[in-house]
């Protein structure tokens, strides 16, 4: 059984860098044809996608939040890592991370980490 | 972007009654090449993350009881429950992955009546 576990800092200062990691267990993010995902939920709000990355790192992103995001992945921890700079109040969510099954298309999640809440606040 | 509505907003329904939730896509998520539509079901509980019930509109996820099932084609789908169950009571949540970005309908929030 796959699992995804999020982590990172609860409280960013405004104009900060957000930085969330992802650690997978039961698994490999090696193995497969897997992309592996974030996705964040402002609260009373809907679900948004950030941007995906693969073992090798190729990424997509959301054109949305294309110029203040980067993704990254360590196999050697089976992690794999967002980075969203110069954060407002309107990033404030629920940032989940998920595994990636489509192929050939883009955004299909079976198992997600439970999320974390990022509250950008001085 | 494709932009996915969701109706309606909330409903409620008697336990054993059947559910009915509406999603349409701002342009379609059929593939002719594989007639395939590219449209997922999740559902998500409060303290959980989402859990994908539903996907290519009608395949169901192992593990799903069979009183869900999707339907639909092109821009138009539906997410049936067709007996309601006290722990079916959460938000869901239409998703399109026909073209990046992926995106979610607003979701609907299921409760019992």
Redesign the interface.
């Known amino acids: 059984q796959v699992q995804l576990q999020e982590s990172g800092p609860g409280l960013v200062k405004p104009s900060q860098t957000l930085s969330l990691s992802c650690t997978v267990s039961g698994g490999s993010i090696s193995s497969g044809t897997y992309y592996w995902s974030w996705i964040r939920q402002p609260a009373g709000k809907g679900l948004e996608w950030i941007g995906r990355i693969d073992s090798t790192e190729n990424t997509n992103y959301n054109p949305s939040l294309k110029s203040r995001v980067t993704m990254s992945v360590d196999t050697s921890k089976n992690q794999f890592s967002l980075k969203l700079n110069s954060v407002t109040a309107a990033d404030t969510a629920f940032y989940y991370c998920a595994r990636d099954i489509s192929h050939g298309s883009y955004g299909l999640f079976d198992y997600w980490g439970q999320g974390t809440l990022a509250i950008v606040s001085s | 972007d494709i932009v996915m509505t969701q109706s309606p907003d909330s409903l409620a329904v008697s336990q054993g009654e059947r559910a009915a939730i509406n999603c349409k896509s701002s342009q379609s998520v059929l593939d002719s090449s594989n007639t395939k539509n ?1 449209l ?1 079901w ?1 559902q998500h509980k409060p303290g ?5 019930l539903i ?1 290519w509109a009608f395949a169901r ?1 192992p593990g799903v009881p069979d009183r869900f099932s999707g339907s639909g084609s092109g821009t138009d789908f539906t997410l049936t429950i067709s007996s309601l169950q006290a722990e079916d009571v959460a938000v869901y ?1 239409c ?1 399109q ?11 609907t929030k299921v409760e019992i009546k």
């Open positions: 590219y997922a999740y959980q993350p989402p859990k994908l996907y996820e949540y998703q992955y026909h073209s990046t970005p992926p995106t979610f309908g607003g979701g």
